[in-house]
T-cell receptor
Framework: ETGVTQSPTHLIKTRGQQVTLRCSSQSGHNTVSWYQQALGQGPQFIFQYYREEENGRGNFPPRFSGLQFPNYSSELNVNALELDDSALYLC???????????????FGPGTRLTVL | AQTVTQSQPEMSVQEAETVTLSCTYDTSESDYYLFWYKQPPSRQMILVIRQEAYKQQNATENRFSVNFQKAAKSFSLKISDSQLGDAAMYFCAFPANTGNQFYFGTGTSLTVIP
């Protein structure tokens, strides 16, 4: 177990709706990253938060947004859902701001989002 | 741009045998880590092994070892004495230039044959 939890496990939404996914990081981990993993693909970086500030963003539109809270929890919000947003969403926490220098990221089990 | 390539979408190995999964990458960083992650059907991404690029010695974790060729930008994973529980997707990953994200390969699906 990595100590990183995510909720819900599965979620079904319809196109145009909004969704909020939640992650609880390991205690003491100030960095959380979110990834989208389409079926049969590797995870794609969405963004990273460090101490409640966005600290890096991948090639995702602004309708993907996030929040990080002082209690090591975080959220991924997606507005105006599209069919292509159907994927496994992973969060990962780390103790360092610069992932190139850190030991590792610890991943949660993911939330499977289906958009109909 | 950073890239990471896993050229083997699927691999299979007999139980107790050895298998090697390939990964190549491209980065302009000089000091970085490289990672292999395992993702079983439970979806939990689990760290298998990591390699520090400035260390010439290949990393080893029990039955898992890497063959790291920095000049060739190659980072392969060797699994010895394969077990049924090793069956999973394996992803090679490395950090981007900004140091704020990881690039993952497309994965290799490993089947272990009893």
């Amino acid at each position: 177990e990595t100590g990183v939890t995510q909720s819900p496990t599965h979620l079904i939404k319809t196109r145009g709706q909004q969704v909020t996914l939640r992650c609880s990081s390991q205690s003491g981990h100030n960095t959380v990253s979110w990834y989208q993993q389409a079926l049969g693909q590797g995870p794609q970086f969405i963004f990273q938060y460090y101490r409640e500030e966005e600290n890096g963003r991948g090639n995702f539109p602004p309708r993907f947004s996030g929040l990080q809270f002082p209690n090591y929890s975080s959220e991924l919000n997606v507005n105006a859902l599209e069919l292509d947003d159907s994927a496994l969403y992973l969060c990962a926490s780390s103790s360092a701001i610069r992932l190139a220098a850190t030991d590792t990221q610890y991943f949660g089990p993911g939330t499977r989002l289906t958009v109909l | 741009a950073q890239t990471v390539t896993q050229s083997q979408p699927e691999m299979s190995v007999q139980e107790a045998e050895t298998v090697t999964l390939s990964c190549t990458y491209d980065t302009s960083e000089s000091d970085y880590y490289l990672f292999w992650y395992k993702q079983p059907p439970s979806r939990q991404m689990i760290l298998v092994i990591r390699q520090e690029a400035y260390k010439q010695q290949n990393a080893t974790e029990n039955r898992f070892s890497v063959n790291f060729q920095k000049a060739a930008k190659s980072f392969s994973l060797k699994i010895s004495d394969s077990q049924l529980g090793d069956a999973a997707m394996y992803f090679c990953a490395f950090p981007a230039n900004t140091g704020n994200q990881f690039y993952f390969g497309t994965g290799t699906s490993l089947t272990v044959i009893p």
